[in-house]
């Protein structure tokens, strides 16, 4: 029986909030951010594509990069939405059963991390990495106005990367068109069921300058 598991790296962003810095080529500790999540995802023993949707430009230096990961690298151009991005890696590997989709800005991310994710998808269909919220969240309206506390017990932090039978999320990007954030939203939009397997809090998206520190630090502690 098939069970093709293609990793979908999203390598396409603006890095809009990095002052026109782009995040995912940041040197950190000799390396550009993007070459650990890459070499995480090509390392993994279940991925036998990694599909990295990315410009252009950058598709021979990844190569270079992904030169001793097990997957088959294949290199895309994205789109202008996140989604269209993602759209652009799904079509790259037709064959996958199981898609893992990860944001390059999530450096950090573990290999235990995306094995739980594929199990959680193999068991469900769909499946994301959380973690609780810590901080007390707070409703409010245009105005600023607190409209109420959220309860904490049932509120997580979603990360990537997301789990998916390839079927699932091929109908979620056909059907689903409009905006959204993550491709879980997607498939929740179709009135499937998304399940949550635990994450890492250090599994955290790099977004600003201060997480690129942050990220550093992490890096460096672990050498």
């Not at 190569?63 to 799904?90: H, M």
């Not at 990007?173 to 993550?182: F, I």
Request: aromatic content about 4%.
């Amino acid at each position: 029986m098939s069970d093709v598991v293609a990793a979908i790296l999203v390598a396409g962003g603006s890095s809009s909030r990095m002052a026109g810095t782009d995040k995912l080529w940041a040197d950190i500790g000799g390396r550009p951010l993007i070459a650990y999540s890459l070499g995480t995802l090509a390392g993994m023993e279940a991925a036998g594509i990694l599909v990295v949707v990315a410009p252009v430009g950058r598709h021979e230096e990844l190569r270079r990069l992904a030169a001793d990961g097990r997957a088959e690298l294949r290199c895309v151009e994205g789109g202008a939405r996140r989604q269209d991005s993602v759209a652009a890696g799904i079509a790259a590997a037709p064959e996958a059963d199981w898609y893992l989709v990860h944001d390059a800005a999530r450096p950090l991310v573990t290999p235990e991390v995306c094995q739980r994710v594929l199990a959680g998808a193999r068991e469900h269909g769909a499946a994301v990495p959380a973690v609780p919220v810590a901080d007390t969240i707070k409703r409010v309206d245009e105005e600023g106005r607190v409209l109420e506390t959220l309860g904490r017990a049932s509120l997580r932090v979603v990360q990537t990367p997301q789990g998916f039978a390839a079927a699932l999320l091929r109908r979620a990007h056909a059907e689903v068109t409009r905006d959204v954030t993550d491709d879980a939203a997607q498939v929740e939009a179709l009135g499937e069921p998304v399940f949550v397997v635990a994450g890492d809090p250090r599994n955290f998206k790099v977004t600003t300058s201060a997480d690129l520190e942050l990220a550093r630090a992490f890096l460096a502690s672990s050498d």
